[in-house]
Each structure stands twice: as C-alpha cells, then as structure tokens.
C-alpha cells in the first residue's frame, strides 16, 4: 500500500497520527496479529520521560481512556512491575526519540514483559523539532510488542522542543526556540484524537499495518551514534561544591551511571540521554561536548523565559 493510500485508511479506521503524517507498521515474524480483547477495560500507559514530553502524552492518553470508562493505570515505565503488564487487556507505550531509535534502556524493559496475546497495543512517541526517526522509533516500538503476541491498534507521533543539551550549549539555541511554542493545545488535542482512535480500533477489531520508514532515518538508525556523541564527551561528574544532594540525577539516569554522591558518572554505563544535566537544579552536574561546557533544558527554558503548556485534565 502506498504511503498517501495509507493515510487515507488510517484516518478512515481511526487511527490519528498526532503532529506529524506517517504511518504506523507491525512486521513481527509471525504474520499480522489479532485483537482478542475487543473489550478492554482495564488499561495500562506507560512511558519513559526524561523532562517531561513523553510524561504529557502519556497522562492525555490515560485521561482520554479514563473519560471512555476505562480502568486506566499510567506511570513511567521505572514505577511499573513488569510482572503485572501481562493483567491488562489495553497497553499504550511511549518514549522520546533517541537517536532515532527506542532507547536502549526502554528497550530492554519492553524486551523483558510478558506474553501479551491478543492484547490491543498502541505506541507514542516525541520528537524535537521536526523530526529524524519518529516513524522508526514508534514503528520500531510497536514490532516489539506484536513479538510479544500483540495486536497493535495504532501510534501517535507529537512534536516538541528539543531536550539535546549540545544543540543550545554549542551556539544552535535558534534551531531549538524555533518550536519554543510546543507542545501547544494542537499537541494536545491531537493526544487525546490519537487515544479516541486507538480504542476505536480495540473496540473493532481492528489491528494496523505500519511503515517504519526507510531511507536516511534507516541509515542513521544503524550506525552508532550513543559511541559518537560519547566521543565527543568529556568531565562529565557531579560538582561537590553546587550539588544539593536532592538526588534527581540519580532518579532520572536510566541505567545506574550517576553516583549517589558528588564524584565521576561511570562513563561505560551512560547512554549520553543527557537526563542528569537537563534536571540538575543547580548545575552541579558537569559534562563538556566538544570542549564546551553544557547546561540543561530547565536552565534553558528559564533563560529564555519559557513555560511548557500543561494539559487540562479531568481525571488524574
């Protein structure tokens, strides 16, 4: 099927892509899976959110299913037993693009869930300005949950700033205040379109065929790019002398590298996500790119007088 025949489907079936065109795919090894539970009523969101993007998403979806009378449990995916994943007939999974790809971290935890027969799926995820990877990531996202017996039912693909510390750090905050005005309400009525549509399809039966992209997303995809941003790093530790000692970058380090107390991040363990140096409250957290020291989104936003919109929601 080609890409506009597709779009015209999706819209026509009740998929809604969110801010940007693109189809959703599912090429799990198995053949196309089915929905079994056409009747869902208790659902799971999860997400993983490094500043907040995905967190946003991820809270609309919940509240959408809420207002349709849905049981709905949504956390970041840290907070969440995977052993329970298994007891929910909806799932909606979300993630930040990360160097075009499901970042390594999430990965593993959507690697390690249990069987999900049957069960209708839905991916999301958020991007910084326009884009590399979306369609790649979301697609990426929804092939490994079919591996794991599910029917996907849809994705949603939401535009946002960038979080990249170097983009801003080395001189390039232009390329990131051009979208300084997302996520807006268009972001969010698109989020609550795409949960609505997701349902729709659970509701019908309906499972969707994705295209993943191709191209340059493909090409950059496969080549190593966490190695060569960490090239590129370097004195990347926690300053005794600014830090507070409140612990948030340790919370947000998806894999073990930041020390509980001031001293060096473990360099084999980070991922370069830049997590730790866009939630540090004070700056204490140190990392150079290219020789120029960085500094975090919260910094960012505030030297530029930003405040992220909020989504209203009706129940939390």
Known sequence: MKRRQFVKAAMAGGVLMGLSVGGACSKAANGPRVVERTSPSRALVVWYSQTGHTARIGRIVADEWRKAGLHVDAADY????????????????????????????????????PSLTGVPVASFVTFGG????????????????AARGAAPVGVGMFGNMSTFAPTWSTGNSARTL??????NAETFAAARDFAAGTLLNARAGRVVVIDSGSGFDVIMGALPQVAFTKLAMSGHHIDPVECIACGECVRKCPTGAVPKSPGKVDSDRCIACM???????????RLDFAGKPLYGFNNFLRRNAIRIAEPELDQR
């Open 178 to 183: 051009k979208y300084r005005h997302l996520p």
């Open 275 to 285: 997590g730790c140096v866009n939630n540090c409250p004070t700056g204490a957290m």
């Open 130 to 145: 326009h884009g590399d990877g979306q369609r790649r990531t979301s697609g990426t996202l929804l092939d490994m949950m």
């Open 78 to 113: 840290r907070a969440v037993d995977i052993a329970s994943v298994g007891g929910y007939d909806m799932i909606a999974l979300g993630t930040p693009v990360f160097y075009m790809e499901v970042p390594e971290n999430f990965r593993k935890w959507v690697e390690s869930l």
